[in-house]
Nanobody
Framework: QVQLVESGGGLVQPGGSLRLSCAAS????????MGWYLQAPGKQRELVAT???????NYADSVKGRFIISRDNAKNTAYLQMNSLKPEDTAVYYC??????????????WGQGTQVTVSS
């Protein structure tokens, strides 16, 4: 079994910052890619940012220069530092992890989601 626990969402004013965390635990041999996705009301889930085991990152154009994704491999944890937040960033943010389980086999897991609301 693998669990993903997200934290760090909340209400913030435009221009403010938030830091999301996603901790993976359980039967994990190695983690390949960790990423964040968002889903706004009535819209499809979309990519925010990903980071692979080598530290290479990928960002959606809408967040480049404002958001930073990072990971702590020793803690199996990914972070999303969100700066200069805008009302249009309001969404539920989901962590996604691709990993190899201890018993073998590669699987993809989603976190439970954390609400981010940007409003004055």
């Amino acid at each position: 079994q693998v669990q993903l626990v997200e934290s760090g969402g909340g209400l913030v004013q435009p221009g403010g910052s938030l830091r999301l965390s996603c901790a993976a635990s359980g039967s994990i041999r190695s983690i390949n890619v960790m990423g964040w996705y968002l889903q706004a009301p009535g819209k499809q889930r979309e990519l925010v940012a990903t980071i692979n085991s080598g530290g290479s990152t990928n960002y959606a154009d809408s967040v480049k220069g404002r958001f930073i994704i990072s990971r702590d491999n020793a803690k199996n944890t990914a972070y999303l530092q969100m700066n200069s937040l805008k009302p249009e960033d309001t969404a539920v943010y989901y962590c996604n992890v691709g990993l190899t389980r201890r018993g073998g086999g590669y699987s993809n897991y989603w976190g439970q989601g954390t609400q981010v609301t940007v409003s004055s």
